[in-house]
C-alpha cells in the first residue's frame, strides 16, 4: 500500500481490495472502510515521524475519539483500487481532526469520513495539549482543510428509545491492539453482529457515526444494546439505528464505553452490481 505525501500536505493511499475485505455478496465490508481511514491515518503519522511507536518512545500513544463517515458506494471484489485521500486539520485543545476521503478507478466517490483524535498519557490515560501536532505533520492550507466540526449527537440519542435487541460479545485476544486495550474496529464489529443477518443482508450502513467514550480490556463484560425511534425498527424503509456498549463493572455499576448512530439503505441502492 504505497502512499505519498504531495506538497499540499494531503497524503494519498492506493489499496488493492481482497477477498478477504468484501461480505458474502462480494461487496465491501463496513470495516474495509473503516480500518482505510485508521491505516491511512497512522501511515501518515508514521511519514513525518508521529506514528504510535514513535509516541510510545515518549510515554505517548494516539486515540480515536469519534469518527463520522458518510458512505456513498460499497465496491464489489474483484477491483481495481480505491485511492484514499488524507490530512490533518487545525488542532484544538485536545482534539487533533483529520479528514479522510475515498474514491475508486474512475474516480467516483465511495466515502468521506471526519475524524477527532488524540494523544494521550501512555502510563495515566489522559489526554494531552495538541500543541505541536499540527506543525509536525503539515497542515494543507487554511481554506483546503474543510469544515471539522462534528454534530452533537444528544437529540438522537434521546429520540432511539425503543430497545430492539440486546446481546453480549466477548473480548477475544485478537481484540486487543498496540496499546493493549480492545481495537477501535472491534466496537462497531460487536454492534454489527448484534444484528440478524437477514437485516444485514438486505441493508448496508450509509451514516456511521461512532463515539469512543471508554478503554476496554479483555475479560472485559460487555453487553451492546441496539435502539430505534420506532419499534419495528429493523423494518423502515431506511431504518436508523442507535448503539450503546455497556461494560458491568465489578461493583454491578454500568459504565457506557462506547456508542454509535447507524443509518441504513438498502444493499441494491449504494453497491456495485455483478
Known sequence: MPMTIGSDNKAVLDYSLTCADVDGHSQARLSCYENLVQE???????????????????????????????????????????????????????????????????????????????????????????????????????????????????????EHQSVLLRSCPAVHYLDTDLNRHVNNMSYISWCLDALPDSFRDEYKPVLVDVRWIKQCFRHDNLTVIVRSREADGLKQEEPSLWFDIMRTEDSGASTKVFDALIQWKRRNLVCDDQ
Open 40 to 158: 491511512a491515518a497512522a501511515m501518515h503519522a508514521t511519514m513525518k515521524g508521529m506514528g504510535i511507536y514513535d509516541l510510545q518512545r515518549e510515554n505517548r500513544t494516539w486515540v480515536i475519539a469519534r469518527s463520522r463517515m458518510t458512505v456513498s458506494r460499497y465496491v464489489r471484489w474483484p477491483s481495481d483500487h480505491i485511492r484514499v485521500t488524507t490530512w490533518p486539520q487545525e488542532s484544538t485543545g485536545f482534539n487533533c481532526p483529520r479528514h479522510i476521503e475515498a474514491e475508486d478507478a474512475s474516480g467516483r466517490r465511495l466515502f468521506e469520513c471526519e475524524t477527532k483524535w488524540a494523544v494521550i498519557d501512555f502510563r495515566t490515560g489522559r489526554p494531552m495539549r495538541a500543541m505541536d501536532i499540527g506543525s509536525v505533520l503539515g497542515l494543507p492550507a487554511k481554506e483546503e482543510q474543510g469544515e471539522s466540526r462534528l454534530p452533537n449527537l444528544t437529540q438522537e440519542d434521546a
